[in-house]
């Protein structure tokens, strides 16, 4: 089968190429050049950005792959460069979507008003009503967050009459090489010898869906090679979220830091800390469906996981820290007012 992925070269898709080539498969990987991609006989590349891919569909098109996988859909416009592209010429197509494209994730961030959605979430769970969720990161109408939105994108898959889609929805991905460094906040503070780390007391019973970047990898490598006819979506991630404690002291536990998890109201908790997030709204999916239909199921285990994840975040450290976000004179200053009523009592 001859595969060609978009995004190939970054931190899920490097894993998706590797695993498809060790299965036997032709992958041809198109980015902008930017990163080296997996080395191997059944891999080659095309050098172009997102934005040129209507000038290189002669190539595409002769290339003729039999399934393509796009691991970075944000926007409609983008996306339907590339329908133009490969329907007709391909059989399937693999769109890698998100979590954000839950109603739920909108109620969590107070964006959208109503009670907490139910959760797990399954496929069939509300979308947002509105879109575009990450305007206001834009710098100006021309940034990519202005336009980004999954759920047209989504739309625009599975109306195209000459493509099979497969979606894709994933969880918090974490790993090595994460872009977005997940774990940092936690890690940084238990590497600087913190002796407590607040949390605030929602928060700590909040749960959200995560996922190990192999495992996410290995799912979006099998919905390629589903030769089943038809449209589908699944959400990926692990059987079930633990609480946000609960993760915290598996971070702990994995990084053999012994400091102490201090839970506070939210009133009580430094400025820097307070989120204004809805904690009752959970964010976790159902990932039953691609469990059974797929058979997907995580190749790594969360001890192992986390241990690797933080040894890379510890070899290659995040270069870009915001100094407020770890005012730990303030995080004390918290610590000893909750130690005060205790005392008083004494």
């Given amino acids: 089968m001859r595969v060609l992925i ?20 032709e992958v041809i ?3 902008r050049g930017h990163s080296a991609i997996e080395s191997g006989e059944r891999i080659s590349e095309l050098i172009f ?21 796009d691991m970075i859909p944000k926007t409609a416009q983008d996306f339907w460069s590339l329908l133009r592209v490969v329907a007709g010429v391909s059989r399937r197509l693999i769109v890698v979507s998100s979590v954000d494209v839950y109603r739920a994730y909108n109620r969590l961030r107070k964006a959208e008003p109503g009670a907490p959605d139910p959760v797990p979430l399954k496929e069939d769970a509300p979308l947002r009503e509105r879109l575009y969720p990450y305007r ?41 090489k994460d872009p977005q460094y997940r774990i940092f ?5 238990m590497d600087d010898k913190r002796s407590a780390i607040i949390l605030g007391k929602q928060q700590a019973q909040w749960r959200v869906t995560r996922g190990y970047v192999e495992d996410v990898a290995a799912a979006v490598a099998l919905a390629s090679q589903d030769g089943r006819t038809g449209n589908h979506i699944y959400n990926v991630g692990e059987p ?29 908790l430094p400025e820097h800390l307070f989120q204004g997030y809805d904690w009752r709204q959970h964010l976790t999916m159902d990932s039953d469906r691609l469990r059974q239909e797929l058979s ?16 890379w975040q510890r070899q290659h450290p995040q270069e870009d820290i915001d100094p407020e976000k770890f005012n730990y004179k303030a995080e004390d200053e918290a610590l000893v007012s909750q130690k005060r009523p205790a005392l008083s009592k004494s």
Avoid: M
């Avoid at 079930?240 to 009580?268: H, M, N, Q, R």
């Fill in 6 to 25: 978009l995004g190939g070269s970054g931190f899920i898709g490097s894993h998706v190429v590797r695993q498809l080539a060790i299965n036997g498969h």
């Fill in 29 to 31: 990987v198109a980015h």
């Fill in 49 to 69: 950005g997102r934005d040129k891919i209507s000038e290189f569909g002669a190539q595409i098109r002769k290339i003729a792959p039999d399934v393509v996988v």
């Fill in 136 to 176: 206001g990161n834009a710098v100006d109408a021309l940034h990519t967050a202005y336009e980004y939105e999954k759920i047209l994108v989504e739309r625009l898959a599975l109306a195209e009459p000459d493509l099979f889609c497969t979606i894709l929805r994933l969880p918090v991905v974490y790993g090595p």
């Fill in 185 to 189: 906040d936690y890690l940084k503070r």
């Fill in 240 to 268: 079930e979220a633990v609480p946000e404690l609960e993760w915290l002291k598996l971070l702990a536990e994995a990084a053999e830091w012994d400091g102490e998890i201090v839970t506070l109201e939210d009133e009580a």
């Fill in 296 to 311: 997907w199921k995580e190749v790594v285990d969360r001890k192992t996981a986390l241990k690797e994840t933080i040894a």
